[in-house]
């Protein structure tokens, strides 16, 4: 995840082995690592193209035209030299392919990574703990197959951690007292779980789907028990929150066409958007919801146009005022999506881009007074990295980054987190 309240595992349009590889819709959650998808179950419009054209381009090698800049908001060229690096700060060999899909953070001396582990023996979750001194991995319950897809705390002994990425086995819901992991529910194998909010011990949702059929759906835990929770016909597979009563997230509608929802205490309703575009040939999809107030909510993801000839897909960032939406150009640096938005508590943002080219892209943007940088995370010699998470640090400037490091053949891959910035207590 990232600030306390939000979390979700975003898609990735890099390659991964066969054995990885899945696929997911709306918004661009469950970690489509493999094929750029997104995280909830079904696959939206917008996403089956997306998921199709990036195997093409994996496969041909070709590049992405850009499409025609917006017209609404202005932005000045990504400068690469403003922003600081982002350093690496750990990186672990567990088996044959290890990686770090989710990253909360409390305080300065209590930060968790999420993710899993995947060998001959088959695929597990795996958790870190930043001490305030070094990353170590804490055990989680025994017997549990399938990698941690979403995670989220709303302090150092209420942290949450749900498994219910695209691997065999259980979904789950794990939370950590301060002390020792306990499960805290089930669900049945092939559900997808793909984005949390926790607000407090007795308010935690829990949003996802599956390949076929309605899958998990939402969840609300009121400190004893689990309920789903009815929401706008379709699935809503990311969310953020501002309170208990302003709930943000983003969904795939029964058109195929993604959508923007919101919690106000007691319903759950469509927002309207500025004129999206919601035809085979041009459609828009959504990767990530992030609400700091409610004047303030971004959402992203990528637009895909085509023609008989050719296609583009582009950046795609929304802004809410509290008023009205507004559609914020993205500079052209060769991304074809922004996966996730995660404001740096200093007025900016920061936002995970979607590459084929890891190897020489780059991963971070943050914009800020109307100017946006770029950042490339260190990175090993010989080796590329691809970033599925960052967070802020409470009471700190620092910021955590987690992800995977590998060579160019992909045989392996090794997790790995990174800091920007400096640790104060």
Known sequence: ????????????????????????????????????GRKDGGMSRAFALHAALTAAV?????????????DTTGAAPADTARTPAWRIADIKDRGHYDWLDEVVATGPANAWA???????????????RWNGTSWKKVPLPAGLERPISAANASGPRNVW?????????EAFALRWNGRTWSVSKR?????LITDAVVL??????????????????????????????????????????VAADDIWAVGTAPTGYDMVAHWDGRTWSKVDLPDLPEEDDHSVGFFDIRAQSPH?????????????????????????????????????????????????????????????????????LHYANGRWTTARPQRPDGKAVLVYDLTTVPRSPRL???????????????SAIWKHGRLTR
């Open 1 to 36: 995840m990232t600030t306390p309240g939000h979390s979700c595992q975003r898609f990735h349009e890099s390659e991964r082995p066969a054995d990885r590889a899945r696929f997911s819709p709306v918004t661009a959650f469950l970690d489509l690592r493999g094929s750029g």
């Open 296 to 364: 303030d909510v971004w959402v992203v993801g990528f637009e895909y146009q085509a023609s008989e000839e050719n296609y583009t897909e582009t950046p795609l960032a929304l802004h809410f005022d509290g008023t009205s939406w507004r559609r914020v150009q993205v500079p052209d640096i060769g991304a074809r999506s922004l996966r996730q938005a995660i404001p740096d508590g200093r007025g900016g943002v920061w936002f995970i881009s979607g590459t084929d080219q890891p190897y020489e892209a780059p991963e971070l």
């Open 114 to 128: 999420f993710g899993g582990s995947l060998s001959d023996a088959g695929s597990v979750p795996t958790a870190e």
């Open 161 to 169: 951690a749900f498994g219910g990425s695209d691997f065999a086995g």
């Open 400 to 414: 955590w980054a987690v992800g995977e490091v590998f060579p160019v053949d992909r045989a392996s891959a090794d």
């Open 58 to 70: 994996l496969g041909l090698g070709v590049g992405i035209a850009p499409a025609a800049a917006s």
């Open 200 to 241: 407090s011990r007795r308010d935690v949702w829990v949003f996802g789907g599956s390949r076929v059929g309605p899958g998990v759906g939402t969840w609300r835990f009121d400190g004893r028990t689990w309920t789903q929770v009815e929401t706008p016909p379709g699935t809503l597979a990311g969310a953020d929150a």
């Open 187 to 191: 669900w049945p194998s092939g559900e």
